[in-house]
């Protein structure tokens, strides 16, 4: 896909949803960040079902400590990998307590130390919570990227660096979002819902209808 197509693209999804953001629930960068450990294999409704009660009971990293191991498991129960999850998220509170002062750190390799943090976790991070241009490359992107031909890849890490060339700057901080929730409501898995795509004129895929 050349540039002036690719520019196109992302003007066409700017048009149709200005002021993108995620799903997930959370009022500070500290819900965000267990909210995004807690969506591993699991959708942001089972999430945000789960993180309702449980930021009301425990919004810091402090009170989520304090639950406890076994008190959080059973908040979270529902959510798929939920015993590896809870333990790691008190590993991650202890973390936050002791070397950064209660505080998400604005820095990647400082969050990818955390339990259950993996470069997809801090990219979203990175670009929700803090305004970084980072895009953090789910299943949902990666399709997008590979379909369109908007910035083809083999792996997760290949598409993220192949989008972070591609994407026009003015556009880079909006796309992991854009891009998410194309794939997600638009460019389906199985059925691409291509008679309604914003971006019908600008993809390549060859089987669009």
């Not at 500290?30 to 591993?40: M, N, P």
């Not at 959510?79 to 307590?97: D, F, M, P, Q």
């Not at 789910?138 to 083999?154: E, M, Q, S, Y």
Request: glycine share 6%.
């Amino acid at each position: 896909m050349n540039p002036a197509r690719r520019a196109a693209l992302f003007e066409c999804l700017k048009t149709a949803n200005p002021a993108p953001t995620t799903e997930l629930e959370y009022a500070t960068p500290f819900q965000l960040l267990i909210a995004v450990i807690l969506s591993a294999q699991a959708t942001d409704k089972s999430v945000n079902a789960a993180t309702r009660r449980l930021f009301a009971d425990a919004p810091t990293p402090r009170a989520m400590l304090d639950l406890g191991e076994e008190t959080l498991a059973g908040c979270i129960r529902h959510i798929g990998l939920y015993r590896a999850k809870s333990k790691n998220v008190i590993e991650t509170c202890r973390l936050l307590l002791e070397r950064h002062g209660s505080e998400v750190p604005r820095d990647r390799a400082a969050l990818e130390a955390l339990p259950g943090v993996g470069r997809k976790t801090a990219n979203v991070v990175l670009n929700t919570a803090f305004g970084e241009p980072t895009i953090a490359v789910d299943t949902h992107i990666f399709r997008v990227a590979n379909r369109t031909g908007l910035a083809p890849g083999k792996t997760p890490l290949a598409v993220e660096l192949a989008l972070l060339k591609a994407v026009p700057a003015t556009y880079r901080k909006n796309a992991h979002h854009w891009l998410i929730l194309h794939g997600r409501y638009v460019c389906k898995a199985r059925k691409p819902e291509c008679g309604c795509c914003a971006i019908s004129d600008f993809c390549e895929y060859p089987d669009k209808k």
